[in-house]
């Protein structure tokens, strides 16, 4: 079987992919994330997810390469990583009280074959006051994540449900969806 590469250096979809327990590689794709005019949440997700394992896989011939990308969604704007802490605090507090739609695409490319997954999850957050905006930034410091909350840590109390039909895919790399990628590429899964 041809190699396994992961064209991503997030340290969460390292370890999503982890659990698949295949052994992969990771790479640094080298693609411009901004959102092209005009360009909707969910087509900049799949868009991205293919750039960046066409980036990987130009470096890397014949091997598979999976390329991820999640774009939250606020009302059809894209919401990007905060990077700083007053970013984080706005992105949270336009989306209290409010549903947030997070694409999570998937591209896996490889010898003469390609396949696209797409999860969208819905996120209802809870009212959130300022002061607990605050100290959730304090205590989690999201500023590396789409929408400026970790689900898997402490940003799971800021919601009142989920709708998805995947819960990785919250978290960057929708194993579900991946999975099926992958067995049709040839891989065995435990």
Do not use: N
């Not at 997070?102 to 003469?112: K, N, Q, R, S």
């Not at 997954?117 to 930034?137: C, K, N, P, W």
């Amino acid at each position: 079987m041809a190699s396994l590469i992961l064209a991503s250096t997030s340290v969460y979809r390292r370890e999503l992919l982890e659990r698949l327990r295949l052994p992969f590689d990771c790479a640094r794709p080298d693609v411009d994330e901004q959102p092209r005019e005009g360009e909707p949440p969910v087509v900049l997700a799949q868009r991205l997810a293919r750039e960046k394992a066409m980036a990987a896989a130009a470096t890397s011939p014949g091997a598979w390469v999976i390329g991820s990308d999640q774009v939250a969604d606020l009302d059809g704007h894209p919401l990007g990583k905060p990077g700083d802490a007053a970013s984080a605090r706005a992105q949270l507090a336009a989306m209290s009280g409010g549903v947030v739609r997070f694409h999570t695409a998937v591209h896996l490319h490889g010898p003469g074959a390609s396949w696209d997954a797409l999860d969208t999850t819905e996120v209802h957050f809870r009212q959130l006051g300022r002061e607990e905006i605050a100290s959730y930034i304090e205590a989690e410091q999201p500023l590396d994540c789409a929408g400026s909350f970790k689900c898997e840590g402490l940003g799971i109390s800021l919601f009142d449900a989920i709708r998805t039909s995947d819960p990785t895919a919250l978290v960057g790399l929708p194993l579900i969806a991946l999975s099926r990628l992958l067995r049709q590429a040839g891989f065995t899964l435990p």
